[in-house]
């Protein structure tokens, strides 16, 4: 599915894919389990704070609590004005993909938050899927020659270490990579 899904995007976007396009995506993946306890008054509880993820795609299993927000990008009828935050409806044992970082510009990367229960504990089971650090990322080259770079070619590994050494604050991290940055 994670090879899958790649392909598709870059389709969609007239891109031609090939093996070595998606293997430099989705080099390494890692699963990450987190735990949210009930909180008496879960508003002024964050489970997570709003942010991105690196990754390429983030594949999420639902427990049926839900609890997940993303935040619209943009002005859509029926489900919320830009800037807004949208609970993602649980479906249990349903599966979320979510774009990272690293597909900027194939798709965006979605701001996310999670919020804690009054009455039930979250337990949420994520797969990141993301390039080797010292694969090389960027722009593709189709879509430069097309429509201009908005982000310069760097090493993963280099866009890691801005990302964990700064306080994740919503999409701020993808500044670090812009062109004119």
Known sequence: MVRKLPEVLMENLGVKPSNSK???LIGLNM???NFYPTCPNSELTVGMGCRSDISAIIVLLQDGIGRLYVKV????EDVGKKGEWMEISPIYSALVINVGDALQGCSKSVEHRV???SNK??????VFTMPKPT???GPLPELVERDGAQF???IFQDYMSNFFSNAQDGKKSLHFAQVNN
């Open 22 to 24: 998606i293997d430099s």
């Open 31 to 33: 699963v990450n389990m």
């Open 73 to 76: 990008e943009e002005d859509i």
């Open 115 to 117: 919020r804690t229960t």
């Open 121 to 126: 504990s979250i337990v949420s089971i994520s």
């Open 135 to 137: 694969e090389k990322i």
């Open 152 to 154: 310069r070619e760097l």
